[in-house]
Structure formats: structure tokens, C-alpha cells
């Protein structure tokens, strides 16, 4: 795995892991203000579930985001590989031919024993 993409993995962790507590914090903070006055707690409850639902949805765009980058970064790297591969068979077209005989080769010893 790349810096790039352990980098990336790494940064959804922490923001799980900041989501997870902050709506720890928010339900504590939900059930407290119940407790303690009884009758804005609806403002209260109302205002920690928009909390919640924000923060829930920063979280997915934040995830959609990193999926997206590390889906881009893994197509650039087998364009590049397919790219170096075209260049080596266009630079050695008599070793390419030498390898595919030989590989066909193989394939049909090994087919004839099974």
C-alpha cells in the first residue's frame, strides 16, 4: 500500500474515531440536560440530533471523498503499469514474440499431464 493510500486509510480511522466520541459527548450531553431541565429538553434534543445527522454526513462525504482518491490513484498506477508494458513489447518485439512462445509452451506441457 502507498504513503498516499495508508494515509488516507489512516485519516478515515480518525475521523471515525472523533465522530464516535463526539456523539458519546452529544448523547451525554442529550440525557443530562434531561435530567436537569425538563422542559427545554426537546431544544436540546432537537439540536443534538441536527448535530448528530451533520456530523454523520460530514463523515460519509469526508469517506466518499478518500474512495475517490484512492480509486483515481489506483487506476494512474495500472494505466502506468499497462503504459510500461506496451513500451517494453514495442522496444523488444523479438524478446515479447520469444517469451509468448515459451510461456505457450509451458501451458500446453502442463496441459497434456493434466
Do not use: C
Amino acid at each position: 500500500m502507498s504513503r498516499k493510500n495508508h494515509r488516507s486509510s489512516d485519516d478515515i480511522v480518525a475521523i471515525e474515531e472523533l465522530m464516535h466520541d463526539l456523539e458519546t459527548r452529544l448523547h451525554r450531553l442529550n440525557s443530562k440536560a434531561k435530567t436537569e431541565v425538563s422542559g427545554a429538553s426537546g431544544d436540546i434534543g432537537e439540536f443534538v440530533t441536527q448535530a448528530l445527522a451533520r456530523i454523520a454526513q460530514q463523515a460519509r462525504d469526508s469517506v466518499r471523498t478518500a474512495t475517490h482518491s484512492i480509486a483515481d490513484e489506483a487506476t494512474q498506477v495500472g494505466t502506468d503499469a499497462l503504459k510500461k508494458i506496451w513500451d517494453e513489447i514495442e522496444r523488444r518485439p523479438l524478446a515479447t514474440l520469444a517469451l509468448a512462445a515459451a510461456a505457450g509452451y509451458l501451458v500446453g506441457i502442463i496441459s497434456r499431464r493434466a
